[in-house]
């Protein structure tokens, strides 16, 4: 299991009564739906990274899409 550790934040109240009113309709607590909410962000930040220096190395590569491709994409 991994170890778990407190955080402190501040947060807009009204965004506190949303966490709030849906804690109360899943029967979860904040922690859990704060922690669902950190791991899908960083799942996205992770993935576009990724994705940014996949593109990045295929630049330095020159594998670029030739004239054609595109055109043919765009005439789609």
Do not use: C, P
């Not at 965004?15 to 109360?24: G, P, Q, T, V, Y």
Request: without cysteine; aromatic residues 6%.
């Amino acid at each position: 299991m991994t170890k778990k550790t407190g955080i402190s934040l501040r947060i807009e109240e009204d965004k506190i009564n949303e966490l709030d009113a849906l804690a109360k309709a899943t029967q979860r607590d904040r922690s859990f739906h704060i922690n669902e909410a950190i791991e899908n962000y960083l799942e996205i930040q992770k993935w576009q990274i990724d994705h940014i220096k996949k593109a990045i190395r295929q630049a330095d590569n020159d594998e670029f899409a030739s004239e054609k491709d595109i055109e043919k994409v765009l005439r789609r």
